[in-house]
């Protein structure tokens, strides 16, 4: 890709470290100018300064704090305003390895703020400008979690469903409208996510973890094979249609007039 093309500007949520890092890299070699988003100032510049001499691209830095109402609003803001943005990548995301019994309250309230309203709301900035424009592109940084809410805490399983259940909506509601939406599920990737969540990567069999690059690498070209969601680990792409064909499946029966003959009084 000629570091000259120009393909808009990508927001990219938690680009200071890991994953989002790793995206900002890959965005930039396929031509996009970047927008980096996390709290860490410091590691941001370094990466900006990086990205900018060795692939030629714009980038700016925004430091803010997105589990804050305010955080948030700057971001909502930018979103709004700032025509040549053509791609967002919700990425920002904390994650908790302990059981719900025994799991902070106020940890487990700042990562649904940071998780699901974050999320959101830049979402909602969003998609209105690229509905408008016609064009634009949604990735939405979800887990395996989602759909094995057993692995790790609830929460953080139940914060990564619905990051699968609204991209999906999503998708259903935008597609039409020129708008792409991808939803990724990574599997363990080894990155800071596990010693923040309690739960060194070294504590897991190596042979079920990923490096970033590749989970990123693997992401990428499921969006360039037009994938909605991308599971980067999953061999055949059938088994997930399988398993999304039997949801739909039961479509035509979930809402009756009448209760299932089963659940009636004898
Ligand atoms: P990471 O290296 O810890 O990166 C998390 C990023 O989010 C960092 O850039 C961090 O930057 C940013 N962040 C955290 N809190 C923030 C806040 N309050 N406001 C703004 N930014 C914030 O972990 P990662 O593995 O790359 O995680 C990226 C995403 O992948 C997350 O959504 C995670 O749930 C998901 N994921 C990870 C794995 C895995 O095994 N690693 C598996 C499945 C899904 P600052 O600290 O500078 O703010």
Redesign the pocket.
Known sequence: MSPTSNKGTALI????????AIYADRLARRGYDLIL????RE?LDNLAARLTTDKGRAVEVVA????TDG?IARVEEILRTDASISMLVN?????ASAPLLQSDPAKMHAMIM??VVALTRLTEAAAPQFVERSSGTIIN?S??VAISPELLNGVYGGT?AFVLAFSQSLHHELATKGVRVQVVL????S????D?AGLPVSNLPEAIVMS?ADMVDAALAGLDQDELVTIPSLPDIADWNAFDAARRALGPNLSHRRPAQRLLAS
């Open positions: 949520t938690g680009a200071s470290s890991g994953i989002g988003v996390a709290r860490n590691r803010a704090d997105l589990g955080g990425n920002a995301g904390v994650g940071l998780n940084i887990s395996i990564k990574p599997g363990a990737t990155t800071e996510f596990w923040i970033a």
